[in-house]
């Protein structure tokens, strides 16, 4: 029997990605583990491999295919036994090591919802349409569907042989469950966007670049928490000549082992260690409450082509200087060449986002869901202080903490910078 590979979800959040290029032809024989292909999500390049024995019997998704929906069938697959159901491709590490050390933990259904299949009954029976017809829906569907009440034997699905997932629920409501068996569920009108010929800006006057994965999902992810998060900026400036001072005898004591701490190595320090002063501020929230997060995973901001990426430094306020400098190079460097694994940019607690070293004085970032706060850096500068009543020069960094007022409120923000405040200015209370 014939058993098609489908397109994986590199992650819970993944909804199409680039088929870049297959390792397998038609009529190659293939072992469970077997790299079969390579893909390219907004994030990153992943490994994907064969979770039957067979030979390949067809390519149906060319090499370089752009926009390929998960769960879509990508190639066939001649074995002995296909099963009930057609088991998807899974994601490899995309290094050998790290694929030694860390298998792949879920397959493409899995990873729509790591919870979904424990929140439902354990013998519960898929639900009929009226014609008796089993309904084939996916965990994370009949999650949501359970939450809004929707009656899934009245959903259309538009999956692999009309299975119903994400989007078929996601903005249905419960008043569509009308009876019959055409009956579907109304989707809400996306917003109408002007074509720009529509807002007066005439064709041949410009050159269209196609929106690639990375652009669209930063768009959707940004548009939705500038809409949906009540968000407020919290400013201060701080003196940073003792933090400069300080990091360059870090740096001449660290000069032997090759490793060189940069300003937002420090500041990552900080922001960890302020975080378990002002524990408040580390949290997440979520329609069940509010999570408290017990480590500072904190999130970079990496720039990279198409857009940026927020590479982890997981349990920040545990590790010192030189480990974090080490961390954070290695996590930049393979985030501009897409090799990060999921986990190593998904999940953390609280942002950073620096571009001081950009010339930008001051700034406010917009939030990275689920987080609760976000903090801006700037540019030092030389500016003039007034110290004792007396006019002096100090060099000047100007920090901006965006936050989640349904999480961190005023009082809130205002004590992780005053907490923030006295670690960058007097770094030794850091290392006390």
């Given at each position: 029997m014939s058993i098609d590979v489908l397109m994986p979800a590199l992650s819970p959040t993944m909804e199409e990605g680039t088929l870049a290029k297959w390792h397998v032809k038609k009529g190659d024989k293939v072992s469970s583990g077997d790299v079969i292909a390579e893909i390219e999500t907004d994030k990153a390049t992943m490994e994907v491999e064969a979770v039957d024995e067979g030979v390949i019997?067809?390519?149906l998704v060319a090499e370089g295919s752009e926009g390929v929906k998960v769960n879509t069938p990508i190639a066939r697959l001649s074995g002995e036994d296909a099963g009930s159901a057609p088991p998807p491709a899974k994601a490899a590490a995309p290094n050998a090591e790290a694929a030694k050390s860390e298998a792949p933990k879920a397959d493409a259904v899995k990873a729509e919802a790591p919870k979904a299949q424990a929140e439902q009954p354990a013998k519960a029976a898929a639900p009929a349409r009226a014609s008796g017809e089993r309904v084939f829906a996916s965990p994370l569907a009949r999650r949501i569907a359970g939450q809004k009440g929707l009656d899934l034997s009245q959903v259309q699905g538009s999956g692999p042989r009309g299975r119903i997932i994400k989007r078929d629920v996601e903005g249905a409501t419960p008043q569509a469950k009308a009876p019959g068996a055409a009956a579907g569920v109304a989707a809400s009108?996306?917003?109408?966007?002007?074509?720009?010929?529509?807002?007066g800006i005439p064709d041949g006057s410009y050159d269209l670049i196609p929106l690639d994965g990375m652009k669209k999902t930063v768009a959707r992810r940004m548009s939705d928490s500038f809409?949906?998060?009540p968000h407020f900026p919290l400013t201060i400036d701080l003196e940073i000549d003792g933090l400069l001072a300080g990091r360059a005898k870090i740096?001449?004591?660290?000069?032997?082992?090759?490793?060189?701490?940069s300003v937002n190595d420090l500041v990552i320090k900080a922001a960890a260690f302020a975080l378990k002063q002002v524990p408040e501020a580390n949290a997440s929230y979520s329609p069940e409450g509010i999570a408290m997060h017990h480590n500072a995973d904190i999130?970079?901001?990496?720039?990279?082509?198409?857009?940026?990426?927020?590479?982890?430094i997981r349990k920040a306020e545990t590790k010192g200087l030189a480990q974090i400098a080490v961390e954070a190079k290695d996590l930049a460097e393979r985030a501009r060449t897409r090799?990060?694994?999921?986990?190593e940019f998904q999940g953390g607690t609280f942002?950073?986002?620096n571009?001081?070293?950009?010339?930008?004085?001051s700034f406010n970032s917009i939030i990275n869901e689920p987080q609760g706060a976000i903090l801006s850096v700037g540019a030092g500068e030389q500016r003039p202080v007034v110290k004792n009543g007396q006019l002096a020069i100090a060099t000047v960094m100007s920090v901006t903490l965006t936050c989640d007022h349904r999480v961190v409120d005023g009082a809130i923000g205002a004590r992780w910078l005053q907490a923030f405040k006295v670690l960058i200015e007097d770094p030794i209370t850091m290392i006390v």
């Open positions: 019997e067809d390519i009108a996306p917003r109408q966007v002007q074509s720009l010929a529509q807002m809409r949906d998060v740096n001449a004591m660290l000069e032997k082992q090759g490793v060189k701490v999130a970079m901001a990496v720039a990279i082509d198409g857009g940026l990426i927020t590479p982890i090799k990060l694994k999921p986990e942002s950073i986002s571009l001081g070293m950009m010339g930008i004085k």
